[in-house]
């Protein structure tokens, strides 16, 4: 074998670069892919003879092993590579499944709350053997597994995606409300000025997509809110309202509505809603239980956007 010689490079060796570079050890990595510390340390020398430098750094003992400027390079490259074969093979599985086997769903917090248990009870009946495999996390780590082919789909904001890498599917509008407690003077306003909003306390969410792309679209009106209090939790963004700490501007779907403690209200002038879709990897296959959750997901979109109208207005939606 001579170096540069890279028709020689396997699927194994890449892997191998990958689990090696994440976990720190041969060892660890033999353990997470499944060979013997030996394999491993024979891959990482093969691809370091097949390129011709070496792509980490060994500095004996129990220290960890770490990338070398080459191997950084060659990882950059060998994880779409990598990407791409899981792809492959997700693809093949539900082409061979048809309306069998698992559907893998990623979404985040307030989607599972208010969307998703509508639309796996008409999902489920339609469709009772398909398994759902659900994962919650936060937008951008559910777009990396939707490219990596660990998803199928993903609830997301459309903010958060870039068109040319991910099909999108649009499902409703999400409004920013205007949380208050329930014996506010701000709870007999509709809607509410943001003039009369610069002295408040407010609550928040922490740094999260949907924060984000409301500070930034506060900022457009020249608004910047004097936040006290922050949490990761919906329930006690909401509590925390309820308790008289600070009002909050949230997404209609995070909101408990039946909650006697906190009063809803509309702004003025509006913060531009935040557009909810479904995502997938625009060259995978979609098995015919992925489509049907699409569709199934639009209606269901359709209604909860409908619904949120009304409550905002007052007046039945149209």
């Known amino acids: 074998m001579t170096a540069n010689d890279w028709s020689s490079v396997e699927l194994r060796h890449l892997l191998a670069l990958r689990a090696v570079a994440r976990a720190g050890s041969f060892s660890r990595a033999a353990d997470e892919l499944g060979y013997t510390q030996s394999a491993i340390s024979q891959q990482i020398a093969t691809l370091e003879r097949i390129v011709g430098l070496p792509l980490f750094e060994r500095r004996g003992g129990r ?16 994880g779409p590579i990598i990407d791409r074969f899981q792809s492959a093979k997700a693809d093949l599985a539900a082409f061979s499944e048809g309306a069998k086997g698992t559907l893998r769903i990623g979404a985040y917090e307030s ?7 509508a639309i796996l009870g008409v ?10 495999d659900l994962r919650d996390s936060s937008d951008k780590d559910l777009l990396t597994l939707v ?7 993903a609830f997301v904001m459309d903010s958060e995606v870039m068109s040319d890498r991910f099909k999108t599917t649009e499902l409703l509008q999400d409004p920013y409300v205007l949380l208050v407690p329930a014996g506010s003077p701000l709870a007999s306003k509709q809607p509410v000025p943001l003039d009369d909003l610069v002295d408040c306390r407010f609550v928040a969410q922490h740094t999260m997509a949907c924060q984000q792309f409301l500070e930034s679209s506060l900022r457009r009106y020249g608004f910047e809110q004097h936040v006290v209090l922050r949490s990761s939790d919906n329930a006690t ?3 925390l309202v309820a308790a008289g700490l600070g009002v909050a501007i949230v997404p209609l779907l995070t909101v408990d509505e039946n909650d006697p403690k906190v009063v809803i209200r509309q702004l003025d002038p509006p913060v531009p809603a935040r557009t909810i879709v479904l995502a997938n990897h625009p060259d995978r296959y979609l098995s015919p239980a992925a489509e049907a959750f699409l ?18 207005t007052g007046a039945p939606s149209a």
């Open 63 to 78: 220290r960890q092993v770490t990338l070398s400027e080459s191997g950084e390079l060659l990882l950059r490259h060998a």
């Open 295 to 312: 569709d199934t997901a639009r209606q269901v979109g359709a209604e909860v956007g409908a619904g949120d109208r009304e409550l905002l």
């Open 147 to 153: 490219e990596a082919g660990e998803l199928d789909l």
């Open 237 to 239: 963004v909401q509590g």
């Open 123 to 132: 999902f489920a009946a339609r469709w009772p053997k398909v398994e759902i």
């Open 111 to 117: 989607v599972s709350a208010r969307i998703l248990p």
